[in-house]
T-cell receptor, first 115, second 112 residues
Framework: ETGVTQTPRHLVMGMTNKKSLKCEQH?????MYWYKQSAKKPLELMFV???????ENNSVPSRFSPECPNSSHLFLHLHTLQPEDSALYLC??????????????FGSGTQLSVL | RKEVEQDPGPFNVPEGATVAFNCTYS??????FFWYRQDCRKEPKLLMS???SGNEDGRFTAQLNRASQYISLLIRDSKLSDSATYLC?????????????FGQGTTLQVKP
């Protein structure tokens, strides 16, 4: 148990659906991340939030919409996804600010399948 | 050129063997380097940070060569439980921004 909890663990959705992925961290961190991991590809950074402000947006299509209401919670809202968006979506957290720690703690991920 | 490049393997070794993984990175301004471990269908977990002077943690030794932009991980006396994918991770620039670049990973399979 890493202290980062993601729900749901698995999600199957159609291209016209709207769904949300949830992440919660209990580590007292103030930075949270979304990563995408496709088969045979490296992890791709999608978004970084530090102190609830988005500090990194890695040219992610607008059909992915992040939300960080506080430093413990992070959401990824999904709408009109494409089959190529099927992947493992990983949330992570770390300390940020002065002496930003780049040691990430990951959740177990949401395995997303878009039909 | 990929930002972080690793040989995907798989590396198949017998128990007790010594195995080494290499990784190259393209951004000369990168300052922080890590090895993460990812078990099948699990999340990545930090294995160790990589320091300029090299560092050791039990059977694991990490080395950094800034001139060649090259990182290595050495595992001695391999155990069955070492079977996993090892991810080379580099920060994305000269200042801490939280942007980490992951390599594709090198898969290790330790056989009895």
């Amino acid at each position: 148990e890493t202290g980062v909890t993601q729900t749901p663990r698995h999600l199957v959705m159609g291209m016209t659906n709207k769904k949300s992925l949830k992440c919660e961290q209990h580590l007292g961190h103030n930075a949270m991340y979304w990563y995408k991991q496709s088969a045979k590809k490296p992890l791709e950074l999608m978004f970084v939030y530090s102190l609830e402000e988005r500090v990194e947006n890695n040219s992610v299509p607008s059909r992915f919409s992040p939300e960080c209401p506080n430093s413990s919670h992070l959401f990824l809202h999904l709408h009109t996804l494409q089959p190529e968006d099927s992947a493992l979506y990983l949330c992570a957290s770390s300390h940020s600010g002065q002496g930003w720690s780049e040691k990430l703690f990951f959740g177990s991920g949401t395995q997303l399948s878009v039909l | 050129r990929k930002e972080v490049e690793q040989d995907p393997g798989p590396f198949n070794v017998p128990e007790g063997a010594t195995v080494a993984f290499n990784c190259t990175y393209s951004n000369s301004a990168s300052q922080s380097f890590f090895w993460y471990r990812q078990d099948c269908r699990k999340e990545p977990k930090l294995l160790m940070s990589v320091y300029s002077s090299g560092n050791e943690d039990g059977r694991f030794t990490a080395q950094l060569n800034r001139a060649s932009q090259y990182i290595s991980l050495l595992i001695r006396d391999s155990k069955l439980s070492d079977s996993a994918t090892y991810l080379c991770v580099v920060n994305g620039g000269s200042s801490n921004t939280g942007k980490l670049i992951f390599g594709q990973g090198t898969t290790l399979q330790v056989k009895p």
